[in-house]
Every structure is written in structure tokens, then in C-alpha cells.
């Protein structure tokens, strides 16, 4: 796996949970925000912000997932985990993990701007939502 590769995806049941992890080999400078994004299969899809931790420990969560997902990482703040809970079939995408050596906002703001300049990512892993 190289840097900001996403991993732990698969086939999952409504309802059911998956552990996203990515493995952040990126060196960080003091500021910064990880984040998930995805991406849903289709023409033109624009990448979906999920959620974002900075180097403070503050996180942000989009509402579409507020309460089922939870972003962490660990002590070491080398790796990102997403825990996706009572997963609904729209949660279907490619999901990546992002940096961005500024604060999450701007990540939140470009993102939704369809800009490709919120920050880097590595490989996605894909999440399939069927029963």
C-alpha cells in the first residue's frame, strides 16, 4: 500500500458495519486535517466530504452520516480509521482518506467546490451496500 491508501472495504448488509482504515505515511506538518471523501459510482458523481479530524482532535462529520460513522486515529496519528455503523444503501461508494496540510474548513469548502486542490489522497476502497 502506498500513502493515504484506503482499506477494509467490501460487501456489507443494510444495517450492517465496516471498519475503514488508511494508513496516513504522509509526514505532517503541525496543521493539518485528515478526512474521508467518496465517491459513488455514476457520470460526473462529485466526491462527497465525510468527515475530517485536524491536528487537535477536532472532527467534523457530514450529515448524511453524523451519528453512524465515527473518524478516529491512533496514537501515533500515522493511521485513520472510519467505523461506518448502520450502513443505508446510499453509503455505496469508493471511499478515500485525504490530507490536507491546512485547517479542515478549507478542506469542507474546496471539496464542495469540486476543487481538486483540497488535499491529496491515495487509492480508495469500495464499499458495496446490498442485502
Known amino acids: 500500500q502506498g500513502q493515504l491508501a484506503a482499506s477494509g472495504g467490501g460487501s456489507v448488509q443494510p444495517g450492517g458495519s465496516l471498519r475503514l482504515t488508511c494508513a496516513a505515511a504522509?509526514?505532517?506538518?503541525?496543521?493539518?486535517?485528515m478526512g474521508w471523501f467518496r465517491q459513488a459510482a455514476g457520470f460526473r458523481k462529485a466526491r462527497e466530504g465525510i468527515a475530517t479530524i485536524d491536528n487537535d482532535g477536532k472532527i467534523i462529520y457530514a450529515d448524511s452520516v453524523k451519528g453512524r460513522f465515527t473518524v478516529s486515529q491512533d496514537s501515533d496519528k500515522k493511521t485513520l480509521y472510519l467505523q461506518m455503523d448502520s450502513v443505508q444503501p446510499d453509503d455505496e461508494a469508493t471511499y478515500y482518506c485525504?490530507?490536507?496540510?491546512?485547517?479542515?474548513?478549507?478542506?469542507?469548502?474546496?471539496?464542495?467546490?469540486?476543487?481538486?486542490?483540497?488535499?491529496?489522497w491515495g487509492q480508495g476502497t469500495k464499499v458495496t451496500v446490498s442485502s
Open positions: 504522509a509526514d505532517r506538518d503541525t496543521r493539518y486535517c
Open positions: 485525504s490530507l490536507a496540510h491546512d485547517r479542515c474548513n478549507s478542506w469542507w469548502f474546496l471539496l464542495r467546490e469540486r476543487r481538486d486542490d483540497f488535499g491529496s
